[in-house]
């Protein structure tokens, strides 16, 4: 097997409140936050207040999940502390996932003011991706913490061809024996030279990414293994 990956970055983040709805997901959107100092707490209750938006968004089928993660061993010099998440089931919805009109449904113009004044100057939002999935295995276990790594691949196409008939059975059997609560990839849009894809590994408690260690001899009992294939 030819080696695509050239190098990759892990993070991992728990969660802290979200809003869903039991569908198929094809598209995401990430949106990495940095809190200002002293404004955790004010920042925090801004996006507790703001559920009953995401969830008439999940409720006329704008989106299909929204949730609010926490970065795990983070400072202060980190360029971001969360990451919001929203899914849908079309990535095209992402240009239209704030109607105004449903905005305007719930809430004043003064309201809205407020509320904009205040989460803007509780955070600031550091970048914003867009992503294609591309392969999946899910269970129907909660989950409450996310690790992402992220790859810059020289061949994508042999990195999705991998990705979809090797790695994909044998975290079938990873979720299936309950090692993860789920695990998919997924496609930057648009590409960057620093990386170009994403692998998610779903985990229902604190720690339960240990369980890595196992995916090797599942690759023998799956009758996958090579020794040069890639640990998402």
Known sequence: MMKTVNRALLTIVALTFSISLSA?????????????????????????????????????????????????????????????????????????AWPQDLIDEMYTKEEQSDFMEKIWASRDIVKREYYDRVTFAEGGTDYKYLRFTR????????????????????????????????????????????????????FAEFGDWKNSMHIDEIFKDCLLYTSDAADD
Do not use: C
């Open 24 to 96: 198929q997901y094809a598209g995401a959107t990430l949106e990495y936050v940095k809190v200002k100092p002293g404004q955790w707490q004010t920042y925090m209750e801004l996006e507790e207040s703001a559920k009953e938006l995401h969830q008439a968004r999940v409720e006329k089928g704008i989106i299909t999940r929204w949730a609010l993660y926490r970065k795990l061993y983070t400072g202060k010099n980190d360029p971001y502390s969360h990451i919001l998440v929203t899914l849908n089931d079309d990535i095209k919805k992402a240009e239209n």
């Open 151 to 202: 790859y810059s691949v020289e061949k994508g196409g042999e990195f999705e061809k991998i990705r979809k008939e090797l790695v994909k059975p044998v975290f079938d059997e990873v979720v299936k024996r309950g090692y993860n609560a789920g695990w998919s990839v997924w496609k930057k849009d648009p590409n960057d030279m620093k990386f170009q894809y994403i692998a998610v590994n779903l």
